[in-house]
């Protein structure tokens, strides 16, 4: 192995990214509002602003943590208030504050199990999806204290809150079991009465197989959406008086993506053009449309990847989003729409010498998309670990990426891969895991592999796979369905389909449906698919690594796997982290677990690795 600088340690303090990006007008000028991680803290999310002077503040005093748990996966937790202050959901206890400048925040919501995400702020309230167990409504919250408001109720699951300009109607996005939001979903829009609810609602748009993924009101009463009735998450005019909607960018690129929060946001609305990130999983740009000729023309910049918040200012002469590209890690970007100047606003890191950083090569290995990081050496075939992103129904990006940096530097090679039910590629592509779930997934896999070996890039006897979450269900199933991976790490992994159907919480528990099959009927795919049940067949050991406080895929997935690894003599080690949820947010956790798969790889293709703890794998030698 070779020795590198890069260090776990500067993994866990560079290798994530802003979110929620807010342009705020100010007494003193223009601020930008976004949140970050602090993983040195605990791994909060801690609100910041940059002001007119370029100095970014703290605006969430220390101990709070802007999160929430909707749909588990949480959704846009705080918005800037006019006049200055914060509305904000806490993690500790799920209820929403709001804290004045220089304050200490006030809850405005009860103690007790709701759970509220997606705020917008209207007039002197702010209006959110509150969820209370598996109930979810639109809800308007009084900014001074009080009683609040149920406004909607209607589908399972709702996101994307929008009051019209003239505050005479209100859309959002709606969507029932067994659907996910990629799937198929409604824009509703209904009038707003005099007593602050909604009335009957009309769908226009959208259906059960046409997934919006984002809708805002134009100032003439129409909407743009981003839906994807052509196989592509395109930009479309919605017009509400009964004509067509209008595909505004036909074109073979995505305009949106998987809604696995509430309230993301790929477009902006700039007067009377739209601000837009587009692209595929290969390569994003961030442009501005004009909607009477469908003209886009992009901003300048090395930005390969975007994230799924845009935010023009009030005056409409700035945007302000978050890119990254494979030499710069994601940070806050403000453009002045006028020029196309741009400005990075958030704080620089401390980012290892460039020549440490792999560049991606976009690639496909028998239609299967790709992105291989070539390993530090001499160019003779290498170990190479294939990365397995999550969701299933998400992608990797072409962005920087410290912790691939971290193997590649000392001469192991990494390959994304970017299967079959990806987003990123359109509908088709993203409809090939449809009931394959653990078949397309690791056939797939298993093509990138046995491609980069017969390129002469990976020595096909130290090819390894890793995953978290659903990545770390196709990692353990490719260990135990192919004889080509000579050992897998899963993080927070699902190994039992069948189990974690019942176990889970209630957005995903009817996605298998989707994946594999509904059950009973389909009960055999479960079983036959199974990692537990198909542990005597491993094709080498595994590393297991699962946060105490999971609630999407309970650590008893994790536990049967071993046992069953143990029961039928292969070899495993696992690791358990309590105070982490499903992922890695605190700088103990992701340096402890990075360092443990750096001495499993050293393990399982022979060589040493000082420099971090020891790792002893359970089972025969």
């Given at each position: 192995?070779?020795?590198?600088?890069?260090?776990?340690?500067?993994?866990?303090?560079?290798?994530?990214?802003?979110?929620?990006?807010?342009?705020?007008?100010?007494?003193?000028?223009?601020?930008?509002?976004?949140?970050?991680?602090?993983?040195?803290?605990?791994?909060?999310?801690?609100?910041?602003?940059?002001?007119?002077?370029?100095?970014?503040?703290?605006?969430?005093?220390?101990?709070?943590?802007?999160?929430?748990?909707?749909?588990?996966?949480?959704?846009r937790p705080w918005r800037p208030l006019p006049g200055g202050g914060l509305v904000f959901t806490n993690w500790a206890d799920q209820r929403l504050y709001r804290c004045a400048p220089g304050g200490e925040p006030e809850a405005l919501t009860p103690p007790g199990p709701s759970r509220y995400a997606d705020l917008v702020i209207h007039g002197d309230e702010v209006w959110c999806v509150r969820e209370t167990g598996v109930l979810r409504d639109l809800v308007a919250v009084p900014l001074g204290g009080g009683p609040l408001r149920v406004v909607v109720r209607a589908q399972h699951f709702i996101m994307n809150p929008r009051v019209s300009p003239g505050g005479g109607q209100v859309a959002w996005i709606g969507y029932d079991h067994p659907a996910m939001p990629w799937d198929g979903t409604s824009l509703c829009v209904a009038p707003l009465l005099a007593d602050g609810t909604a009335g009957p609602y009309r769908v226009v748009a959208g259906?059960?197989?046409?997934?919006?993924?984002?809708?805002?009101?134009?100032?003439?009463?129409?909407?743009?959406?981003?839906?994807?009735?052509?196989?592509?998450?395109?930009?479309?005019?919605?017009?509400?008086?009964?004509?067509?909607?209008?595909?505004l960018?036909?074109?073979?690129?995505?305009?949106?993506?998987?809604?696995?929060?509430?309230?993301?946001?790929?477009?902006?609305?700039?007067?009377?053009?739209?601000?837009t990130a587009h692209g595929t999983a290969d390569g994003k740009r961030l442009g501005?449309?004009?909607?009477?000729?469908?003209?886009?023309?992009?901003?300048?910049?090395?930005?390969?990847?975007?994230?799924?918040?845009?935010?023009?200012?009030?005056?409409?002469?700035?945007?302000?989003?978050?890119?990254?590209?494979?030499?710069?890690?994601?940070?806050?970007?403000?453009?002045?729409?006028?020029t196309g100047a741009h400005q990075v606003l958030s704080p620089a890191k401390d980012l290892p010498d460039p020549a440490l950083l792999p560049i991606p090569e976009a690639t496909e290995f028998d239609g299967v998309h790709a992105h291989v990081y070539r390993p530090a050496g001499d160019g003779a075939p290498a170990p190479y670990v294939i990365f397995v992103h999550g969701g299933p129904t998400g992608s990797s990006p072409m962005a920087f990426d410290l912790e691939i940096a971290y193997f590649t530097s000392?001469?192991?090679?990494?390959?994304?891969?970017?299967?079959?039910?990806?987003?990123?590629?359109?509908r088709e592509y993203r409809e090939r895991?449809?009931?394959?779930?653990?078949?397309?997934?690791?056939?797939?896999?298993?093509?990138?592999?046995?491609?980069?070996?017969?390129?002469?890039?990976?020595?096909?006897?130290?090819?390894?796979?890793?995953?978290?979450?659903?990545?770390?269900?196709?990692?353990?199933?490719?260990?135990?369905?192919?004889?080509?991976?000579?050992?897998?790490?899963?993080?927070?992994?699902i190994t039992d389909p069948e189990g974690w159907a019942v176990e889970t919480h209630d957005f995903e528990s009817r996605y298998l449906d989707g994946l594999i099959g509904p059950l009973p009927e389909t009960r055999r795919r479960y079983l036959d698919r199974s990692p537990t049940l198909h542990a005597a067949q491993?094709?080498?050991?595994?590393?297991?690594?699962?946060?105490?406080?999971?609630?999407?895929?309970?650590?008893?997935?994790?536990?049967?796997?071993?046992?069953?690894?143990?029961?039928?003599?292969?070899?495993?080690?696992?690791?358990?982290?309590?105070?982490?949820?499903?992922?890695?947010?605190?700088?103990?956790?992701?340096?402890?677990?990075?360092?443990?798969?750096?001495?499993?790889?050293?393990?399982?293709?022979?060589?040493?690795?000082?420099?971090?703890?020891?790792?002893?794998?359970k089972g025969p030698m």
């Open positions: 192995m070779i020795e590198s600088p890069v260090t776990a340690v500067d993994v866990a303090r560079v290798d994530d990214r802003p979110s929620w990006v807010e342009i705020v007008s100010a007494p003193e000028g223009e601020e930008v509002w976004w949140d970050e991680p602090r993983p040195a803290e605990g791994g909060r999310r801690c609100v910041v602003r940059r002001g007119p002077d370029g100095a970014v503040r703290d605006v969430l005093p220390p101990g709070w943590n802007a999160r929430n748990r909707v749909i588990e996966y949480g959704g259906g059960p197989e046409e997934a919006v993924a984002q809708a805002e009101w134009r100032e003439d009463g129409a909407l743009y959406a981003v839906t994807d009735p052509s196989g592509w998450w395109n930009i479309h005019l919605v017009p509400l008086d009964g004509t067509p909607s209008r595909n960018t036909p074109r073979p690129e995505e305009f949106g993506d998987a809604a696995w929060k509430l309230g993301y946001q790929w477009f902006a609305l700039a007067g009377d053009r739209v601000v501005v449309l004009d909607p009477a000729t469908g003209v886009i023309t992009d901003f300048d910049g090395p930005y390969t990847a975007w994230g799924p918040t845009v935010s023009v200012s009030p005056g409409g002469s700035a945007v302000a989003a978050v890119g990254g590209s494979p030499r710069r890690p994601y940070e806050v970007v403000r453009f002045d729409l006028a000392r001469g192991i090679g990494v390959a994304e891969v970017n299967y079959g039910g990806s987003t990123g590629y359109g895991l449809r009931h394959n779930w653990g078949v397309v997934d690791v056939k797939d896999s298993e093509t990138v592999a046995r491609g980069l070996a017969s390129a002469g890039l990976a020595d096909p006897g130290r090819i390894a796979i890793r995953g978290g979450s659903a990545g770390g269900w196709t990692s353990v199933a490719a260990l135990v369905h192919s004889d080509v991976f000579r050992g897998a790490v899963a993080h927070y992994a491993a094709s080498g050991p595994a590393l297991l690594m699962h946060g105490l406080e999971d609630a999407i895929v309970d650590p008893g997935q994790a536990e049967r796997f071993v046992a069953a690894l143990d029961e039928h003599g292969g070899r495993w080690a696992y690791l358990t982290f309590p105070g982490e949820q499903h992922g890695w947010r605190r700088e103990e956790t992701i340096v402890a677990a990075l360092e443990a798969e750096l001495a499993f790889y050293g393990l399982i293709f022979g060589f040493p690795t000082p420099e971090v703890p020891p790792l002893t794998l």
